[in-house]
């Protein structure tokens, strides 16, 4: 177990070497050696920190150019999306009524045969509306 006892910011990407030697106990010579590369990174902790500054930094950043970006260029001339498009609404309807559809091998029904929908077509119906 290797342990850095002295953490500090100022050493997260210092590369250290370490050398491990293999040898028996009862003789000097050593069976085989390997030396291991460590780097000191951050925690997850300190690094989602800095994510975060980051982030609002570029998002502050982001904000004050597109605030100067509208104000100098163009007013805004953009229609707010007031709910589902169309083709969903019309694609939940689709899907819904074909649920509602007797299935194959039904014979107590008033439907003609071509719209009976077999299992797995209602079940790809069941998915597209889910």
Request: proline residues 4%; neutral net charge.
């Amino acid at each position: 177990v290797i342990r850095h006892r002295d953490v500090r910011a100022s050493y997260y990407g210092v590369i250290d070497k370490f050398r491990l030697q293999v040898s028996e106990q009862s003789q000097r010579k050593a069976l085989g050696k390997k030396e291991i590369i460590a780097t000191l990174l951050p925690s997850a902790k300190e690094q989602q920190q800095q994510k975060e500054e980051e982030e609002k930094r570029i998002k502050e950043h982001l904000a004050e150019s597109v605030f100067f970006e509208q104000t100098l260029c163009q007013p805004e001339n953009r229609t707010a999306s007031s709910g589902p498009s169309l083709l969903t609404v019309f694609l939940g309807i689709v899907c819904i009524a074909a649920l509602m559809l007797p299935t194959l091998g039904e014979m107590d029904s008033l439907v003609p045969l071509y719209l009976h929908l077999s299992v797995n077509q209602k079940l790809v119906a069941a998915y597209v509306l889910g």
